[in-house]
């Protein structure tokens, strides 16, 4: 069975980085993709960033593009978002999701795999 573990979310200052993991298990195949979506209350779902587990396709939404760097350790088959430059707008419940597929993309309609979430608060 499929699962996907999120951690990290913390409270931080404006300005403060923060480093959040997602620890996946169960996936089959080695061709799946992981994105990264966040949700602030009352907002919707977000797409943030996503990355092939081939490591070949990064892609950013312009909203934290040059902040946020996602990353893996496939040998522990963890997945990371690198957050820098943090802003009280990203306040949100940050979730990693997995979808088979081999590109990128960036609509949580696509992702059939959800964590939990964690929660990052940014105070100004």
């Known amino acids: 069975e499929e ?6 979310g913390d409270l931080v200052q404006a300005g403060g980085s923060l480093r ?3 620890a996946a298990s169960g996936f089959i195949f080695d061709n799946y993709t992981i994105g ?6 009352g907002g919707e779902r977000e797409g ?11 892609l950013y939404t312009a909203s934290v593009k040059g902040r946020f760097t996602t990353s893996s350790d496939s040998a522990k088959n963890m997945w990371y978002l690198q957050m820098n430059n943090l802003k009280p707008s990203d306040t949100a419940v940050y979730y990693c999701a997995a979808d088979y597929r081999l590109y990128c993309i960036l609509s949580a309609d696509e992702y059939d795999y959800w964590g939990q979430g964690t929660h990052v608060t940014v105070s100004s």
Request: proline share 4%.
């Open 3 to 8: 699962q996907l573990v999120e951690s990290g």
């Open 48 to 58: 943030l960033s996503c990355i092939t587990s081939s490591l070949r396709e990064t």
């Open 36 to 41: 990264w979506f966040r949700q602030a209350p």
């Open 20 to 22: 959040l993991s997602c």
